[in-house]
């Protein structure tokens, strides 16, 4: 085996999480597109001070079991962290004290509610890496968005991010109502003067249950086409590639050095855990083990299960009650060796970098290399990915035909992922 292919075998035999995601459920207000799952709640509530407390404790609790032991990476997100007010920067702390091996730890704020002190705040607790959610940086396309930030407001803050020294980044959208290529790249321009050194770019999706959706079903606005969108965001590849950002993964781009390591985590397979109302945990099957020490109820994993996704379904009220492990509620997927190296492939094709030749081998040795080459063989022949020397890497139509590419590599998983729910 090369290292390479060592270091997938190793994410799906690692005992312990390298990536520790915390979710904050709440917000101001709700925007008219977003159907994430988080609250309004208004400013610095004590429902959401109760629910950091909460979170704290699970955070002590798992790392006096030493489940945070390689933990590497962090995210605080959302929802609206920034809500927490200067609650937010004692949770950095509390994440700081429970996993001391973290190099890497990213908050998510909105312009609105990352005043002076929040930020001072963050920066002095240890958080490294600010992605702060703009969307758009024109004031005639904030207001139907249901922002609560206008454009100055917005760019003033990730200014004032900027120069306390952090790694800032910036959500952008495409495709919203009154959006024009013209004003998209002036949005771009402003973002990038401000001097952020990564960006997110979003197409906007209509999500059902949304303002949104019910304005497109009602007449009153029109969804943006795919093309539209692929054009958008085109112009976007185009205007951040010019001011030295490259592109590291579908949505992201990074001045050289700034990637956030915390989202690669999720595109290659490393374990990580995630607490909190909806978030997300993905262990092999020896971490699954450690974590059901301390949640003996949770399903066992069979002999053949090799990776356990598990996302918590409790409602935040529940965690604030009571925030161990065991007292939440999950739906969890298990996969075999086979799902999980079918996963990586497909998860793969968002990076720019592809699917290196120690994942190959890992998919053709869990899998069977005559169907990994063929399926391989089959998205290069409809121009979804192509060779990069040893590479496989996805084009700019695998990108577009995101669902095909995905979907070709994933049909090598055979058989059907065994779910569960678990009630305490
Ligand atoms: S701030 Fe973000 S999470 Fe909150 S409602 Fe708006 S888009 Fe959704």
Redesign the pocket.
Known sequence: MTGDEQGWEACLDADLPRALYLHIPF?VR??SY?D?S?EPVGRETRQARAYADSLAAELSRLSAAGLLEDVTTAYVG???PTVLGMRLCSLVGDIRRAAPGIAELTCEA?PDTLVPEVLDGLVEAGCTRLSV?VQSLDDGELVPLGRLHDAATAEDALRRAVSTGLAVSCDLMCGIPRQTPVSWQRTLSRAIATGIVHASVYPLTIEEGTPFSAAVEGGGMRRPSDDEQADLMLLAARQLESAGFSRYEVASYALPGFECRHNEAYWTGVPYLGLGTAASSMLGARGYRRLRVLAPRLPEAGPRVSRVRLTCRSAHSRLSADPSVSAQSYELEMLDARQAAAEDLMLSMRMVAGAPEGLLAHARRRIGAQAVDEALARVVGSGLARWSGARLVPTHMGWLLGNELYGSLWELSEGTIETRVYEP
Do not use: D, I, L, V
Request: charge should be positive.
């Open positions: 917000c709700k925007c977003c994430f988080s959302g929802g609206t909105n959610g």
